[in-house]
């Protein structure tokens, strides 16, 4: 559990990292979902980047925080 009480979805903890499929950015963070999860019915994981990432990449996020439904973050560097 979180500080908020809300258990993490799917065995993601706080701090840990997931890996995220971007389709969609808004004004303030990206988002996207694991790929495991659908983007119909599973929340999203909505995360922060310096490193500029497009839509349809992969990308790792550090999970920072949790609700019921969504994940949020920030994006790893990206390793060469």
């Known amino acids: ?28 963070m990206y988002f996207g979902h694991n790929y495991a999860n659908s983007p119909d019915i599973d929340g999203l994981i909505y995360f922060n980047s310096k490193y500029d990432p497009q839509i349809g990449d992969f990308v790792s996020v550090k999970i920072k925080e949790v609700d019921p439904y969504d994940l949020y973050g920030t994006e790893q560097k990206k390793k060469n």
């Open 1 to 28: 559990q979180d500080k908020t009480g809300c258990e993490p979805k799917k065995g993601c903890k706080v701090e840990n990292c997931a890996k995220c499929n971007l389709y969609d950015e808004d004004k303030e």
